[in-house]
């Protein structure tokens, strides 16, 4: 129910000329490329948002931590691809990771 749900969402991501929307389900991708990957990323939590609100019989807080999950890699990636760190840059990526090991259990 919960991928329908997001598949749905996923198909009505409106064309922008800077994010090629993919038309096939989102489990028929085949193949990403790098590009895709980062414009999807800034998408992509609004979407699994959509998907996952309106908890029917499961608790609220398992859905919460679903996202939570999802921010903190999407973020850790984001600041991955910098050129260059420094040591605030690193701190955030550490705190990024941490929530991400600390919420993966959801999945």
Known sequence: MRQQAFD???NEIPPNPRFRVQRNAYQEVKQWQSKEIHKLSRSIPAIL????Q?????????????L???HAL???????????H???????MERYLMRFHCTKDVF
Request: aromatic share 14%; proline share 7%.
């Open 74 to 84: 999407v973020d850790f990636s984001l600041m991955a691809q910098y050129c260059s």
């Open 8 to 10: 749905d969402d996923w």
């Open 68 to 70: 939570k999950c999802f």
């Open 86 to 92: 420094t040591p605030d840059t690193l701190s955030y």
């Open 49 to 52: 948002a959509s998907a996952l």
């Open 54 to 66: 309106n908890p029917d019989s499961s608790p609220h807080h398992i859905f919460q931590n679903a």
